[in-house]
DNA sequence: TAATATTTTTAGCTTTGTCTAAATTTAATT
DNA sequence: AATTAAATTTAGACAAAGCTAAAAATATTA
């Protein structure tokens, strides 16, 4: 089926939302999407009708299989494009995410095969998260956030999940990226802070908020 | 300035219809937009507002500056996606115009000087036409159509008029593409068709129609 | 449990871009 | 020049996607 460009971006607030609290309401969709409650309402029914979420009035919605996969394919594309953004244009990392956000409603299946062969079927977009392949399947790495890391132990970063630009500014500026290897030296009780090595530089100090957010894996 | 996609496609429409009648009338631009002559008169008043074209009630339009410049911008877009797609993609020529009639209305500066020199700065699309550079500034070329050149001179494809997906798919069969070399062998008065020897094939017919349609220039 | 607060929906309006049908203007023809 | 034909514009309607304000349903609290 196919959808417009508003449809698309509802049905990709929504798989996000889901996937944290599993029954989505209308409010935390509006907030998510800069909208009005109202305008959401609207857009449920439209969604209700063409079949893609379980919804009842005042009782909040999900996706069902068939919107899940729509979702999904919204999602392949925009991390696609990502990858082609960052890898082959060499934009910074905080910058792909608004420009992908219009190449996502491009819809060409044979345009979005190609892209994913010229990129070499990557997995992880320029932020970690995983690409999903054409029927919707993800792939999944062994990762914990760094606040969960042992002390001395040598990890590799594999995903961010905040990427506001500001918190990939600051990563920026930490040299901090995917791939980046360190380990954590200390961590501080008063604020849950961690002093962290990274190869090749010298020890700086991260806050628990930025830990928290910084997925990684051991170094096999 | 900042236009909608309706307006984009309006705007080089008409740039295209002025390119070879100066003056544009209300119903060719219907035909050539298909759509009906009511919504483009209203889009007339639009474009006027914003100071984009010359018009004046029942007497044709033209784009000013502003309006070729506008123009030029989304063709240079429209280009460089299509050389992406045939180059890196490997689209065949005849599927990457409808594919970058979506791609070139999403506005990034960045995203498209960068285009530019991920691609090496082209300069003309894979169907031969020139790709405006940021300034709207074409590259020329002396070509001619190949029913006008003389036999026995070896010259080289450089561009085809006729987009269509029919003629792309017949020119695929008769194996001419861009920088295919040829000859002109007999012109026949019958019906003007062209008896040609492409490079590397046995000698082939091709209808008058077919060789308007061809430019060529001189190989050098 | 009754009153209050919050959330969600409905009703009705707005803008963009399209359409049809009718009116108007310009062009062509007798 | 008068009539007919063609081109163009206007008027009014519609669908999509948004909004505000008010109503309705659900949750919370005294």
């Not at 089926?1 to 944290?20: C, D, R, V």
């Not at 830990?211 to 170094?219: I, P, R």
Request: with cysteine.
């Amino acid at each position: 089926m196919n959808f417009t460009t508003s449809e698309e971006n509802y049905i990709k607030s929504i798989y996000h939302l889901q996937q944290e609290t599993g029954m989505v309401n209308t409010n935390s969709l509006a907030a998510e999407m800069q909208t009005r409650a109202a305008s959401v309402t609207d857009m449920l029914k439209k969604l209700k009708t063409k079949k893609l979420l379980q919804y009842e009035r005042y009782k909040g919605f999900r996706l069902n299989e068939t919107g899940k996969k729509a979702a999904l394919d919204v999602v392949r594309k925009h991390r696609l494009w990502e990858y082609f953004l960052a890898e082959k244009l060499k934009f910074d990392w905080d910058k792909v995410h608004s420009i992908a956000e219009h190449l996502e409603h491009i819809s060409s299946e044979e345009l979005i095969q190609r892209l994913d062969n010229f990129l070499g079927n990557p997995s992880f977009d320029p932020h970690g998260d995983p690409i999903p392949d054409k029927h919707g399947k993800i792939p999944v790495i062994n990762q914990q956030s760094l606040s969960d890391i042992p002390l001395k132990k040598t990890v590799t970063v594999s995903s961010v999940s905040n990427q506001t630009v500001q918190m990939l500014e600051m990563l920026k500026h930490y040299e901090i990226a995917l791939g980046t290897q360190l380990t954590v030296l200390k961590k501080f009780e008063f604020d849950g802070s961690l002093e962290i090595k990274v190869i090749k530089q010298s020890a700086c100090i991260i806050s628990e908020q930025v830990a928290k957010n910084v997925f990684v894996h051991y170094v096999q």
